[in-house]
């Protein structure tokens, strides 16, 4: 339900609880006005399916490529090759596209093809014959679209369309596709030391919802953690600001579908050691229930002076897994292919259990999720021939993640929130003492796809433009 609600509308929510809250301060219609602002600027495109229908070859490109960036871009000449397998664009501004005559039929926008209103795939593929081949080309500037042709194609008078800035767009020759992959790999750029922690305050909301919201999730992306400052008290308002962001979790320890965050305080609870006073090694929250809390926030709702210790770290496992592969190749390519079993079973209350690598990589070799889970004890169950070679790899990795340079270490403060990226960061905390005091958090996570969703429809807004971001779920793009 609550995905559902708009961006705008959640901004809105925000700012009126706020509003609500410091309402000596601030006049509510000028929160409403600023909102409304935001609002007017976005440009929602509705995909009509008639008008798609009766869709020239120059609207097509329009529909298709919404409010994306666009590049300025003209078709120089087209060169079937030889075999007529496949076809080289040559563009105005000099580059050069070469494309499959296959990869080119089954990315056919013409309306018999291609649906943009409800995006079904419409061809039957396994009606073509293995080897499709390129018969003839055409093009028109004015139409901006290519056109092609293909023997023994289905149907048999079917034209290809392909409107050209999504040809450019989409062009995967060696170069566009460095391009593409460096521009959303927003962890490795950012994975360096010294680290900062990015901060944005709380009272920054109130002028400019929009721009604060992005900020905090633009850090959250790109640095991997964030803090707020001045995060109002009013229990409820960490419910909804998180909800603004995306949808809140339930979390393995009982409170599924109800109330929603758990009350991290020093209650001595037996079943979970984030309730205790013990040093916490890093680790990853709730990691044995896949899925659950890729982002998680804390929001610190009071920490006496008076408590000594119960300092917070947090260590950018991206960073530590990239040490390791120029360190010791051989152990990171083990972390990559060997399996790890986490678990959390407790009698009848829960039976969490994940096998993964503690190292996904991609096709490209691309580091693209980490997994650590230092408070609970890793059980291998592989082949005899991984065992020792398994536990070298781990004693490296967890050797690498101690260093004091790579550590970001902080005290929260009442009235902070740190949020982090719970698939590239690990964190703990050291032993404290209450010495009378109380140290008392509230947490809960968050579905980051759900968060970078937000985080690109709020950048289109702005008119920021930003590369989606990758976000250690194990997927590059
Ligand atoms: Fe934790
Ligand atoms: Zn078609
Ligand atoms: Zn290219």
């Known amino acids: 339900m609550l995905a559902n609600k708009t961006l705008s509308t959640l901004i ?58 666009q590049i300025k871009t003209e078709i120089s000449n087209v060169q079937v090759l030889l075999d007529k397998t496949e076809l080289v664009i040559e563009w105005m501004d000099g580059h050069e596209s070469l494309f499959q005559a296959s990869w080119l039929r089954f990315h056919c926008f013409c309306p018999s093809c291609y649906s943009s209103a409800d995006g079904l795939y419409k061809i039957d593929i396994e009606r073509f014959k293995k080897n499709l081949t390129i018969s003839s080309t055409s093009w028109n500037q004015s139409e901006q679209v290519l056109k092609v042709h293909f023997d023994n194609d289905v149907p048999s008078n079917h034209v290809a369309l392909l409107p050209y800035d999504w040809l450019r767009e989409n062009c995967y020759c060696d170069v ?42 633009h850090h959250t992306f790109e640095v991997g953690y964030c803090k707020i400052l001045n995060f109002p008290k009013e229990d409820e308002l960490f419910m909804e600001f998180a909800e603004s962001l995306g949808p809140v979790e339930s979390n393995p320890f009982g409170y599924y579908n109800g109330t929603f965050f758990d009350d991290v305080k020093n209650t001595g609870a037996v079943d979970n050691a984030g309730h205790t006073n013990v040093d916490l090694p890093f680790h990853q929250d709730y990691r044995y229930a896949d899925t659950c809390g890729q982002t998680i ?16 770290l947090m260590v950018d496992l991206f960073q530590v897994a990239e040490i390791l592969r120029d360190e010791s190749p051989e152990d990171f390519k083990v972390l990559t292919k060997v399996p790890v079993i986490y678990e959390n079973v407790n009698s009848n209350k829960r039976h969490f259990q994940i096998q993964k690598t503690h190292i996904e990589v991609d096709y490209n070799g691309k580091v693209t999720s980490c997994l650590w889970s230092g408070d609970l ?75 970078r969703n937000n985080y690109m429809l709020l950048a289109k807004k702005l008119g920021r433009v930003v590369s989606p971001p990758m976000t250690g779920n194990g997927s590059f793009f």
Do not use: W
């Not at 962890?187 to 305050?201: E, G, H, L």
């Not at 070679?389 to 340079?405: L, N, T």
């Open 12 to 69: 809105r929510n925000v700012c009126i609880r706020r509003n609500f809250c410091l309402s000596q301060k601030i006049l509510r219609g000028n929160i409403g006005v600023k909102c409304g602002v935001s609002a007017q600027q976005s440009k929602p495109t509705h995909t009509n399916k008639e008008r798609f229908l009766q869709t020239s070859a120059k609207s097509l490109k329009s529909e298709r490529l919404g409010s994306m960036p």
């Open 297 to 312: 926030m804390f929001n610190c709702v009071r920490f006496d002076d008076c408590v000594t210790g119960g300092e917070s």
């Open 377 to 451: 004890r890793p059980r291998l169950q592989v082949r005899q021939s991984d065992v020792t070679r398994y536990y070298k790899a781990h004693k490296k990795f967890s050797e690498i993640m101690k260093r004091e340079e790579l550590h970001i270490r902080f005290r929260h403060v009442t009235g902070s929130l740190v949020a982090m990226n719970n698939r590239r960061m690990a964190h703990k905390r050291t032993q404290f003492e209450s010495n009378g005091g109380v140290r008392h958090f509230q947490q809960l996570g968050l579905h980051t796809a759900f968060m």
């Open 176 to 217: 566009c596709l460095k391009k593409k992959l460096s521009d959303r790999d927003v962890i490795t750029r950012n994975s360096q030391t010294p680290k900062k922690m990015p901060v944005v305050d709380y009272d920054e909301i109130k002028d400019n919802p929009g721009q604060f919201l992005f900020d905090f999730m």
